[in-house]
């Protein structure tokens, strides 16, 4: 992402509950203005991890079949990384001197470079949300083909036109691990006068050539789950002799870095990317007060993407899954049809156009906010680890 895109910018409906983060972190500051010798404050520290349990706690409030890996949820989960970025800022600014002393230093290099990994994956989740508006594109050609305000009688050419668009998304959609038997078997069901197989191949290979055409952030080799994988590599939870030696920093650190790999897992499960896996473990101690609420999270995601109906899914986001489901229905709809259509018949091709509609109007309505939030979380990203390494560098240079 180029720094000249950035624009800083939060997403409404969660605002409110970012300032009165911000705020509680003002009000510790101002406590702190009178300590005598700069020491690490026990108080900053706990309120912090008390500040990540809330949010997790809030994010783990969402109901499986309404809230969970909704495009709102993805919103206010990278709210909330946000708000836990700003408050670990403040706990390193306020206690610059102690962050430049061994191990402190090596702790916090340790995590810069696990978030410069996760820059990567913020550009990939930028190609899967133009994945999705491509995907938008082509339901809105199903529904003006057949949007019938004018109550004329639907006929043939219009639902040919709708099909072709239905063909489209569903090959577009195909996990890419999930090609061959799968697609043979959704363009059997997308229409009886298809001619040959071989027609279905090379109109699969020009489908996914328009798809792969994009302008990819990410090489053709990069893979999301490696990706994790390396972010999560020996995070682990800080020793004793640690905690003791950073006057209790360490422990600030490793909760940053666990919710990072966290918010770039849960980022991968829910939008396309390039070789998704959710194969991370969280081996978190439970005396952690955010543990239980972010397992538990982690649980819930894991267990949706093992239903029957999510296995082979391109992403777990809700709505990529309304899509799918409401497009494979009318598609579905539109082989059983003769012409002319009974008023039975139309009625149920209504009904089912009119949920499409629905659907595409909340992707069109959330991708754009989700945007701006990923660009965001890049852009911060990059401003704390370039604040931190030349402080590091300050410490280890003196003027």
């Not at 997308?190 to 699969?204: E, I, L, Q, V, Y």
Request: aromatic share 6%; net charge neutral; glycine share 6%.
């Amino acid at each position: 992402m180029p720094a000249t895109d950035y624009q800083g910018t939060s997403s409404a409906p969660f605002s409110n509950f970012g300032r009165s983060i911000l705020s509680l972190r003002r009000d510790q500051v101002h406590a702190m203005e009178g300590a005598h010798d700069g020491g690490v404050q026990v108080d900053e520290l706990e309120a912090f991890q008390r500040q990540v349990a809330d949010l997790f706690l809030n994010l783990s409030s969402a109901s499986a079949s309404e809230e969970l890996l909704s495009l709102a949820w993805v919103r206010k989960l990278l709210d909330s990384f946000l708000c836990c970025q700003e408050a670990f800022r403040a706990i390193l600014y306020n206690n610059s001197a102690q962050v430049l002393r061994p191990p402190m230093d090596r702790l916090i290099g340790e995590f810069y470079e696990r978030s410069v990994k996760a820059l990567d994956v913020c550009n990939a989740i930028r190609d899967g949300i133009e994945q999705i508006r491509q995907w938008e594109k082509l339901l809105e050609i199903v529904l003006c083909a057949l949007d019938n305000n004018d109550q004329r009688a639907l006929g043939e050419g219009q639902f040919r036109r709708a099909k072709k668009a239905l063909i489209d998304l569903a090959i577009g959609m195909l996990d890419e691990k999930d090609s061959g038997q799968t697609l043979a078997h959704r363009n059997r069901s997308f229409g009886r006068n298809s001619n040959s197989s071989h027609a279905s191949r090379d109109h699969h290979h020009r489908s996914l050539g328009h798809f792969r055409s994009l302008s990819w952030s990410v090489s053709r080799s990069w893979s999301a789950a490696r990706q994790l994988q390396a972010i999560g590599s020996n995070l682990a939870a800080p020793r004793g002799n640690e905690i003791l030696a950073t006057n209790g920093l360490a422990a600030p650190v490793y909760t940053m870095g666990s919710v990072l790999l966290f918010v770039m897992w849960a980022m991968v499960a829910a939008i396309p990317c390039q070789d998704r896996g959710l194969q991370v473990h969280f081996n978190i101690p439970r005396q952690f007060v955010w543990a239980a609420p972010l397992l538990s999270l982690h649980d819930r995601i894991v267990e949706e993407s093992k239903k029957r109906d999510r296995k082979n899914a391109c992403g777990l986001l809700k709505e990529i899954y309304q899509m799918e489901k409401c497009s494979r229905l009318l598609s579905e709809l539109a082989d059983s049809v003769q012409f002319p259509l009974t008023e039975e018949k139309e009625a149920e091709v209504r009904q089912r156009v009119k949920e499409l509609a629905q659907v595409c109007e909340t992707i069109k309505e959330g991708l754009d906010p989700l945007e701006r939030q990923v660009r965001e979380l890049f852009h911060r990203i990059v401003r704390s680890r370039t604040e931190g390494l030349d402080s590091l560098g300050r410490g280890h240079h003196p003027e």
